[in-house]
């Protein structure tokens, strides 16, 4: 079994910072790709950042040159470090990680976190 849950999430001022942590749990031989997503109210949920096992990493256009997303292997655990935030990075951020499962089949599945509530606001 798998488990993966997000934190960090909460109020913060416009131009500020936060830092979200995902970690993964269970019978985990190794997680393959690691990806934040966000949903705001009324909105579809959408890509935020991804990063590989080697570490290659992508970002969406409204993130890009303001969010960090990083891993700690050794932790099984995913960062996205999120600055100059503005009230339309208000959302709930979900984590996905695309996990190996440590056993003899070395199956890959795909875990989602229950979401954690980014709120900016004055």
């Known amino acids: 079994q798998v488990q993966v849950v997000e934190s960090g999430g909460g109020l913060v001022q416009p131009g500020g910072s936060l830092r979200l942590s995902c970690a993964a749990s269970?019978?985990?031989?190794?997680?393959?790709?690691l990806g934040w997503y966000r949903q705001a109210a009324g909105k579809q949920r959408e890509l935020v950042a991804t990063i590989t096992s080697g570490g290659t990493t992508n970002y969406a256009d409204s993130v890009k040159g303001r969010f960090t997303i990083s891993r700690d292997n050794a932790k099984n655990t995913g960062y996205l470090q999120m600055g100059s935030l503005g009230p339309e990075d208000t959302a709930v951020y979900y984590c996905?990680?695309?996990?190996?499962?440590?056993?003899?089949?070395?199956?890959?599945?795909?875990?989602w976190g229950q979401g954690t509530q980014v709120t900016v606001s004055s």
């Open positions: 269970g019978n985990i031989f190794s997680i393959n790709r």
């Open positions: 996905n990680a695309e996990v190996t499962i440590n056993d003899s089949t070395r199956l890959q599945f795909s875990y």
